[in-house]
T-cell receptor, first 117, second 112 residues
């Protein structure tokens, strides 16, 4: 089956540093990937839509200058949390759509847990 | 924004009992999906039901969809301790490249 990977799975960083999270579709090409954020004991909230070769589309309330998204190839999207602060500590999950004969199937990565001290 | 509201928010049952979780949403959808998430882990896709379907089964899972009421239910029969997890419904508004909108989730505890 289709697999989406994320790296790293867990990261601890100091306040003020930047953290890059990678999302890869391992056996299919994805023109679109989605980034979600999940705070403890809450649901997943869409942050942005990552489009290969074009700018990402951000949801209301998500700062595009703080959460930089680069979808440089059909198998890789990166999310960079710039100048991370403790309130950015969260579980970040990406997903990628795979076109299966006209029926889109969304595959989720295993998530990246970010802890900002 | 969140589309779905799930109830109950938390459910505790004995092993062997059935667990029913409900999800309501606000807009027209293309499909609705249910996911499981163990504490601190990623999502596991359970089942997808399309807007023109009313009921679907997968093993011990039974999902219903009532588009007139904009609601869905997930039934887990003969629950096991390993079913303990959070369960989320998620809706897709369109069939194309569209993100999922997740509900708030139900935390299920199955006591052995």
């Amino acid at each position: 089956g289709a697999v989406v990977s994320q790296h790293p799975s867990r990261v601890i960083c100091k306040s003020g540093t930047s953290v890059k999270i990678e999302c890869r579709s391992l056996d299919f090409q994805a023109t679109t990937m989605f980034w979600y954020r999940q705070f403890p004991k809450q649901s997943l909230m869409l942050m942005a839509t990552s489009n290969e070769g074009s700018k990402a589309t951000y949801e209301q309330g998500v700062e595009k200058d703080k959460f930089l998204i680069n979808h440089a190839s059909l198998t890789l999207s990166t999310l960079t949390v710039t100048s991370a602060h403790p309130e950015d500590s969260s579980f970040y999950i990406c997903s990628a759509n795979r076109d299966r004969g006209g029926r889109e199937t969304q595959y989720f990565g295993p998530g990246t847990r970010l802890l900002v001290l | 924004s969140q589309q779905g509201e799930e109830d109950p928010q938390a459910l505790s049952i004995q092993e062997g009992e059935n667990a029913t979780m409900n999800c309501s949403y606000k807009t027209s959808i293309n499909n609705l999906q249910w996911y499981r998430q163990n504490s601190g882990r990623g999502l596991v896709h359970l089942i997808l039901i399309r807007s023109n379907e009313r009921e679907k089964h997968s093993g011990r899972l039974r999902v219903t969809l009532d588009t007139s009421k904009k609601s869905s239910s997930l039934l887990i029969t003969a629950s096991r301790a390993a079913d303990t997890a959070s369960y989320f419904c998620a809706t897709a508004l369109n069939s194309g490249n569209t993100p999922l909108v997740f509900g708030k989730g139900t935390r299920l505890s199955v006591i052995a």
